[in-house]
């Protein structure tokens, strides 16, 4: 660097990689040596892939010496979208253990993302009230509810439906996606939605009871009630 200059630094720093064949036989892709030693101390055992199309991978991060490599579920990956020696992959870094991460193939085309289910993922985040639900009877139902928890209300959108006393055990994840703070619901969400019939349109609240064991109650308010 040269003395006097000024340097701005990214919010969202990035590095790229180009699969070479060792990324492909060895089951595993190595991190840039500098981006570990600036950033790694960050990075958990397991860090969140998230790519276009909304879908999020998580993958084994396994250290070395000084070295990182995306291990475990990093096969899953490759196979899921096709990678082949010569794509070209930016990852952006979204803090704690979350990239971003756009894939070029061998034309350095942006591929086309296949998703994995449409049935996934909970995305909990501001709603934008897209599908006329200001005025559903299930948000007046839901208006009335009380409680000395913490909670949130989540709207059953088509993109959220992807997926008394029982217990559901899922696998959430925070992480900065489009430039906004978010907690996802993934593993387990399925199961829930499918147990409690949930339809587009429909109202959950979720209250905290646990914040150390994280448990959450959920009520449900139905968008028909017929």
């Not at 892709?29 to 570990?36: C, D, N, R, Y």
């Not at 599908?131 to 928890?149: C, D, P, W």
């Not at 994280?214 to 009520?219: A, D």
């Amino acid at each position: 660097m040269k003395k006097g200059c000024r340097y701005f630094e990214s919010e969202t720093p990035h590095f790229f990689k180009i699969v070479l064949s060792d990324a492909l036989q060895n089951g595993r892709l190595g991190i840039p040596k500098k981006f570990v030693r600036r950033y790694g101390s960050n990075l958990s055992g397991l860090v969140s892939l998230h790519v276009a199309s909304g879908d999020d991978w998580e993958v084994e991060l396994l250290r070395e010496n000084d070295n990182a490599f995306l291990r475990r579920g990093w096969p899953d990956f490759v196979k899921h979208y096709a990678i082949q020696q010569g794509h070209f992959l930016v990852f952006r870094y979204e803090g704690g253990s979350a990239f971003h991460v756009v894939i070029f193939d061998k034309s350095a085309s942006e591929i086309e993302y296949p998703v994995i289910s449409e049935y996934g993922e909970l995305n909990m985040e501001e709603d934008e009230g897209d599908i006329g639900t200001e005025n559903s009877e299930a948000l007046k139902r839901a208006a009335s509810f009380q409680s000395l928890n913490p909670f949130f209300l989540a709207f059953m959108q088509p993109y959220t439906i992807r997926h008394n006393l029982r217990f559901w055990s899922v696998r959430y994840a925070f992480g900065i996606y489009s430039r906004k703070p978010q907690v996802k619901v993934s593993r387990g969400w399925k199961l829930f939605v499918q147990d409690n019939n949930l339809k587009v349109g429909d109202i959950c609240i979720f209250e905290l009871l646990n914040l150390d064991l994280m448990v959450l109650r959920v009520s449900i308010f139905r968008y028909d009630m017929d």
